[in-house]
């Protein structure tokens, strides 16, 4: 069975320091792999996907980048964070078919300080 | 992206049955209308999606309107581990395209 793996949980880190979040899908090949964020009270916004290694697509300009070093790998970093990266952040995976719907990780929670 | 309308919040006695309104009056007919639920601190979860006919599964049912202009998520008995946000969905069947989410319904169960 598929299962998706995210770390970590919480995460508490200063303004201005580097992050990177982890996300890896087991027990399937070249998924659709995403990056959501949920600021507090907020609905889940599309930060990044990718249809296949090194392909990545972002949808709103922001202080973060992804990549895809590996099919089943999916990486959220910024070289310097702000407080308005603190939130909620949800990786996803789906086939790459047609209507199959999401499966989410457990979230990392970042606090930025 | 097709948009939904969803009431930001609703409440529901348990063990009563809840229905979960969305308007989706743009949607075109290639769109899938997928239903997601969040509970609190953890990742959205997949409920039920159909296209033109009513759905069932083990958690809900979803009714769909005749011109697919709106749809309806029905718990059929609404316990407390059902209190979460609901999400309705449009996804177009294309395999490029992306769900975007809206801020959702939330349900509140009262014991």
């Known amino acids: 069975s598929q299962t998706i793996h995210q770390w970590p949980a919480t995460l508490v880190q200063p303004v201005g320091s580097p992050l990177s979040l982890e996300c890896t899908v087991e027990g399937t090949s070249n998924p659709n792999l995403y990056w959501y964020r949920q600021a507090a009270g907020r609905g889940l916004q599309l930060l990044f996907y990718?249809?296949?290694?090194?392909?990545i697509s972002s949808e709103v300009p922001q202080n973060l980048s992804a990549s895809r070093p590996q099919d089943r790998q999916f990486i959220l970093s910024s070289k310097k964070l702000l407080l308005s990266d603190s939130g909620f952040y949800l990786c996803?995976?789906?086939?790459?078919?047609?209507?199959?719907?999401?499966?989410f990780g457990s979230g990392t929670r970042l606090t930025v300080v | 992206d097709a948009k939904t309308t969803q009431p930001n919040s609703m409440e529901s006695n348990e063990e009563e049955p809840v229905h979960l309104p969305c308007n989706h009056s743009t949607i075109s007919g290639t769109d899938y209308i997928h239903w997601y639920r969040q509970l609190p601190s953890q990742g959205p979860e997949y409920v039920i999606h159909?296209?033109?006919s009513n759905v069932n599964n083990r958690m809900a049912s979803l009714a769909i309107a005749e011109d697919r202009k709106s749809s309806t998520l029905i718990l059929h008995r609404a316990t407390l581990r059902d209190a979460a946000v609901y999400y309705c969905i449009l996804r177009d069947r294309g395999v490029g395209n992306q769900f975007y989410f809206g801020t959702g319904t939330s349900l509140t169960v009262i014991p």
């Open positions: 159909g296209l033109t």
């Open positions: 990718s249809v296949g290694i090194g392909q």
């Open positions: 996803a995976w789906r086939p790459g078919q047609l209507s199959y719907g999401y499966t």
